[in-house]
């Protein structure tokens, strides 16, 4: 998309009334300043549709009212199609964060899972759809798991083995028993929906990120950027959120474990509903594309970019890990019959 000028601004502004004094661009927003105070006015593509709008203002007349407002043009319009773009205008927050990061995504989590109740539905869903959908995956998983062993095998033969191939074969014992893990969850999701013939979907966010959560001058968060947002299952929104905030060196994700507990307290997942997410978060896919990419290139390879991408994805694997594994705990002590206390 082409960068606006000041007259293509003032020229499409003129639809709200507005009177620009000048614009400064934050990516594809752009903060303008006017006679009646400052606006966010965003560009995006038009053939993403206005898809977005539709859930946006489902929302609204569901009662939920903290996401940021979409002003309508004069003539009634919420946004403005020109050439291959369209265009729209809210409020501009200057994000003022009065707490840290924790505090924030913690609150994010919460707003969402009010998002996701309010906007939950069932749909139906048979037997061959589900039975299609575990089939495939697992195809595909074991498929990656027998690549996998074969490279292994091939860095096994090489009398000299690279550092990367050393690496790869020291922690493959633990990417083999996050597949397995992944394949016996989602085996344990296809035996507890063998005769489910609904499932539940949600008006999800589609690009959750704690820089689309944004604060106005009282503190009060809003969602933004909902451009992205569809009905699907909660899991399209949750798993983005912690592939990219597990993806750092190795710890403790004790933080994200509260603040998926403070999802779960508002919007709690059904058996089966955790057994997929359980089974897709702990699957090492990313770690599978590296090895593939490393292995299916020749011999003019930056072998020390390969050991580092290599390396941070077995980080996040191992964070993951630790979250899986309270996650799972915690169902598990959900589901054991509690005893009654002794007199």
Not at 23 to 47: L, S
Not at 101 to 130: D, P
Not at 202 to 209: E, M, R, T
Not at 224 to 245: C, G, K, V, W
Request: aromatic share 14%; charged share 30%; glycine share 4%.
């Amino acid at each position: 998309m082409t960068s606006l000028t000041n007259e293509d601004i003032s020229r499409l502004i003129y639809n709200y009334g507005l009177s620009l004094n000048y614009a400064e661009k934050h990516g594809r927003v752009y903060k303008i300043y006017t006679d009646k105070g400052e606006f966010a006015f965003k560009q995006m593509e038009a053939n993403k549709g206005l898809d977005f709008l539709r859930y946006v203002q489902h929302l609204y007349q569901r009662g939920y009212n903290r996401i940021v407002p979409i002003y309508p043009a004069f003539d009634g319009r919420y946004a403005i199609l020109e050439g291959n773009s369209l265009f729209y205008l809210m409020p501009w927050l200057e994000n003022k964060e009065r707490e840290g990061r924790f505090q924030k995504n913690k609150e994010l989590f919460r707003e969402l899972a009010r998002i996701h109740t309010l906007s939950v539905r069932e749909e139906s869903v048979t037997k061959e759809m589900r039975e299609e959908h575990y089939e495939q995956t697992t195809a595909r998983w074991e498929n990656e798991q027998e690549v996998l062993e074969a490279f292994v095998e091939r860095s096994e033969r090489t009398v000299y083995m690279s550092p990367f191939q050393l690496l790869f074969c020291t922690i493959y014992r633990e990417i083999n028993g996050a597949e397995r893990f992944a394949l016996n969850k989602l085996k344990e999701w296809q035996e507890a929906t063998s005769e489910e013939t609904k499932t539940r979907s949600v008006i999800i966010h589609g690009k959750l990120s704690n820089e689309h959560f944004l604060y106005d001058e009282n503190g009060t968060g809003y969602f933004t950027n909902f451009e992205e947002a569809q009905m699907a299952s909660p899991i399209h929104d949750l798993l983005p959120f912690l592939d990219r905030t597990l993806s750092t060196h190795p710890k403790k994700f004790d933080e994200g474990l509260e603040w998926l507990d403070t999802y779960f307290r508002h919007f709690p997942f059904k058996k089966e509903e955790m057994l997929l997410f359980l089974s897709y978060l702990a699957h090492p896919g990313a770690i599978f594309r590296v090895a593939e990419r490393y292995f299916s290139t020749g011999k003019e390879k930056n072998e020390m970019k390969f050991v580092n991408q290599l390396q941070h994805q077995y980080w996040r694997m191992k964070n993951t890990e630790y979250v899986v594994v309270k996650l799972e705990e915690k169902e598990r002590m959900k589901n054991e019959p509690q005893t009654p206390p002794s007199n």
